[in-house]
């Protein structure tokens, strides 16, 4: 069965047609500007020349539509007839603490994801959109919601409330909740399986280092902490994001800079982070090394801010399981940035970790970084959102098949 996996941003779809059972990726693309002038697709099937479009995309629908013709499409198209996608699987950010695993989409789940959107206002409307959209242009075809939170809902109270008055979470469910789950749930169990090892034996921490970063503690299969928390503002450094900070500086600074509690919080979303700690220099990390190798001392003290703040937190999550067997680097940073996960690894060695300097070298691979006589492994696997998305797709659909029989 083909799987056509979708990404809603607010004004951005990501696409994957993954083939179920090779679990190749057939094509691949983004429709960008959604809802504005220029709005464009770009489109790759595999094996094939890349194409980018300039189509009127005037909602997510459109973008719906410019994605199935370009699937349809003679020339760089990979199906002949919509009944070749046997499914849609739905990156949902928010799933709150009603949705521990991924779902069959029905009214009742579109209600719930609309019911938890105060706690993602820019995300779970956008994905909501995506859902309606798919619904509009190919009814009849079972759709999943996988849930960015899911993972986490093995979290213990414990881990995640915080120390406010108790009614804040009774009342309007504040509390951490935790994202990049698909990423940290598939990254670990992969991890166990390079290993040879069951995931229920070990205690692994995964480091997702992407633009978005966050951290989480699988103890014996189960996320029990991560980084992020009620959004994913919360924990690591990230490109753009300050992550932990003290709450008390948004009212020192907005009565600083005269400006509201929304507008400091878009600054601590899109203008802090490496980008602002660096001094303006970027968010991505290619340049900070760049920079800080030709003596900007902003970007050399960025990235060991950075550094720290993920060695913290993996001497914290290994305090939290009584040790650590795994650390596993991801995403943009982690899959990429071999001197990055040596600064981070400089912060963990008494617990036994090494890095291999040759191995470190390696981009973008699974690879296992100390040495087989290390106490800790730490290894690198790339992370793959949309296969797993494709596989817990599958999973719910031939459930739901054999419910029927
Ligand atoms: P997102 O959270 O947007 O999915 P990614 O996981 O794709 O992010 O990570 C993107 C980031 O990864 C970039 O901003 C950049 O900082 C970093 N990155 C990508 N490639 C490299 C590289 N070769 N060396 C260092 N950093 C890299």
Redesign the pocket.
């Known amino acids: 069965m083909n799987i056509l996996v979708i990404n809603c941003g607010s004004s951005s779809l990501k696409y994957q047609l993954i083939d179920s059972i090779t679990e190749k990726v057939l094509a691949k693309g983004l429709c960008e500007r959604i809802g504005s002038e220029g709005s464009c697709i770009t489109h790759t099937p595999t094996g094939g020349a890349k194409r980018t479009e300039e189509i009127p995309m005037p909602d997510h629908s459109a973008a719906i539509k410019a994605v199935i013709d370009h699937l349809l499409d003679p020339e760089v198209g990979v199906i002949t007839s919509l009944s070749q996608i046997g499914a849609v699987g739905h990156r949902i950010v928010h799933g709150g603490e009603r949705f521990n695993k991924a779902v069959l989409i029905n009214d009742d789940v579109v209600r719930a994801i609309g019911d938890v959107s105060d706690l993602a206002p820019l995300h779970n409307p956008a994905n909501l959109t995506g859902i309606h959209a798919c619904e509009k242009l190919m009814p009849g075809v079972p759709m999943v919601a996988v849930f960015d939170t899911a993972f986490h809902q093995t979290m213990p109270p414990e881990a995640y409330l915080y120390a406010i008055p108790l009614e804040y979470y009774k009342d309007y469910k504040v509390r951490r909740y935790g994202f990049h789950g698909t990423s940290h749930d598939y990254v670990s169990q992969r991890a166990a399986e390079i290993l040879g090892k069951k995931r229920e034996d070990l205690r692994i921490i995964v480091c997702?280092?992407?633009?978005?970063?966050s951290v989480t503690a699988v103890k014996y299969g189960k996320s029990i902490d991560t980084t992020m928390g009620l959004t994913p503002l919360e924990g690591l450094i990230m490109?753009t994001r300050s992550g932990d900070i003290d709450p008390a500086i948004i009212t020192f600074l907005m009565d600083k800079l005269h400006c509201s509690a929304q507008e400091i919080l878009n600054i601590l979303n899109k203008k802090s982070g490496?980008l602002g700690l660096s001094g303006g220099i970027s968010?991505?990390?290619?340049d900070?090394?760049k920079a800080a190798a030709e003596g900007n001392k902003d970007a050399e003290t960025a990235l060991e801010a950075y550094a720290i703040r993920v060695g913290k937190y993996i001497g914290a999550y290994t305090a939290e399981m009584d040790g650590v067997d795994v650390i596993v680097f991801t995403?943009?940073?982690?899959?990429?940035?071999g001197p990055?996960r040596k600064r981070i690894s400089n912060y963990t060695e008494f617990l036994g970790t090494s890095i291999d300097e040759e191995k470190n070298k390696i981009?973008g691979e699974e690879v296992i970084l100390s040495k087989p006589t290390d106490k800790v492994v730490t290894m690198v696997v790339p992370?793959n959102e949309e296969l797993a998305i494709a596989r817990q797709t599958l999973a719910i659909v031939e459930e739901e098949d054999r419910k029927k029989i």
């Open positions: 997702h280092l992407g633009n978005g970063a490109g490496m968010n991505d990390f290619r900070l090394t995403a943009g940073v982690g899959e990429n940035d990055m981009r992370t």
